[in-house]
């Protein structure tokens, strides 16, 4: 269960550090922050699941050891890790999207 709430908050703040960041950075540039960080933040959901999860090929091993091992709690374990970076990501977007009051997701 720890495993699961730390893979969250990894996916969560590498999402929202790295929209609030290039936000910082847009500013910096004379750039619209509003828009940039609405960009970004779409933009790193999927890097954020991976990053929360140590990289790729450690989930790919584990859901591997699930199917053709004959592992399936590697895999169900696997799969929760994922879903788990998949909300926290998906969370820290939907959080900057509302306070930015962005009407699409």
Do not use: H, N
């Amino acid at each position: 269960m720890a495993r699961l709430v730390t893979i969250f908050f990894i996916a969560f703040g590498t999402t929202l550090g790295g929209a609030l960041f290039a936000g910082l950075a847009a500013v910096l540039t004379r750039q619209a922050p509003y828009e940039l960080m609405k960009e970004v933040a779409r933009d790193l959901k999927m890097w954020a699941v991976i990053a929360a999860v140590g990289g790729t090929f450690a989930a790919l091993r584990g859901i591997e050891e699930g199917f053709l091992g004959g592992q399936p709690s590697s895999l169900v374990k696997q799969l929760f890790y994922l879903a788990s970076a998949l909300l926290g990501a998906q969370a820290a977007a939907a959080v900057l999207l509302a306070a930015l009051g962005a009407r699409d997701g």
